[in-house]
């Protein structure tokens, strides 16, 4: 059985930056891909990044690329999300995933398990 535990969220004012971390329990870690979706109140969940099963490729949407980074520690069974320059608009809470596959997908119903989220605020 897989859990994800995810920490890291709190409240920021704008420009500030935060690290979400999921921490993975169960096997097969390192077989991965995670992604990182999040739900803005009112709003339906959208992807934010993803890492593959090796970190060596990740992808980001568009509202977020230059600002987060993706790395994945698989000793550690954890992945992090680093997130920079932090807008308004990223205030959601925030959800890890893992898709037994080894590839990055943007697309929610891929991914087989999810942690139950942490809150990000960026207010002023």
């Known amino acids: 059985q897989v859990q994800l535990t995810e920490t890291g969220g709190g409240l920021v004012q704008p420009g500030g930056s935060l690290t979400l971390v999921c921490v993975c329990s169960?096997?097969?870690?390192?077989?991965?891909?995670v992604g990182w979706f999040r739900q803005a109140p009112g709003s339906g969940r959208e992807f934010v990044a993803a890492?593959?099963?090796?970190?060596?490729?990740?992808h980001y949407t568009d509202h977020v690329r230059g600002r987060f980074t993706l790395s994945r520690d698989d000793g550690q069974k954890t992945v992090y999300l680093q997130m920079n320059n932090l807008r308004l608009s990223d205030t959601a809470v925030y959800y890890c995933?893992?898709?037994?596959?080894?590839?990055?997908?943007?697309?929610?119903?891929?991914?087989?398990?999810w942690g139950q989220g942490t809150q990000v605020t960026v207010s002023s």
């Open positions: 890492i593959n099963w090796n970190g060596q490729r990740s």
């Open positions: 169960g096997d097969n870690f390192s077989n991965y891909a």
């Open positions: 995933a893992v898709d037994n596959a080894h590839y990055i997908t943007t697309m929610e119903y891929e991914y087989d398990y």
